[in-house]
């Protein structure tokens, strides 16, 4: 199946910087869209960001212009460089994929196991 592998979590100060990582590794044959959720405690889960396969992105009206989703179609990885960030991005980051996996014909939604970001003085 395919597994989604996250990376760069951690703890910043207001105004500082992340850069996010996620890889769709397994058994596949493409990735379709890609992107970024994320769950603050108490808050329903919310899309971050997300960017097709074609470059297509949009962006949550919280981040625009404070993030930047890219990624490289052939290592099937997808990045969230988090910029200017304040305490209300605190929350716990989710990647998200639509891949088709080797043996179907369809994409289905796959998601990492989330990566922790706080922002705290």
């Known amino acids: 199946q395919v597994q989604l592998v996250e990376s760069g979590g951690g703890l910043v100060q207001p105004g500082g910087s992340l850069r996010l990582s996620c890889a769709a590794s397994?058994?596949?044959?493409?990735?379709?869209?890609m992107g970024w959720y994320r769950q603050a405690p108490g808050k329903q889960r919310e899309l971050v960001a997300l960017?097709?396969?074609?470059?297509?992105?949009t962006y949550a009206d919280s981040v625009k212009g404070r993030f930047t989703l890219s990624r490289d179609n052939a290592k099937n990885t997808v990045y969230l460089q988090m910029n200017s960030l304040k305490p209300e991005d605190t929350a716990v980051y989710f990647c998200?994929?639509?891949?088709?996996?080797?043996?179907?014909?369809?994409?289905?939604?796959?998601w990492g196991q989330g990566t922790q970001v706080t922002v705290s003085s």
């Open positions: 998200n994929a639509g891949a088709q996996a080797l043996g179907t014909t369809y994409a289905s939604l796959f």
């Open positions: 397994g058994s596949l044959i493409r990735v379709n869209a």
């Open positions: 960017l097709t396969r074609g470059g297509d992105t």
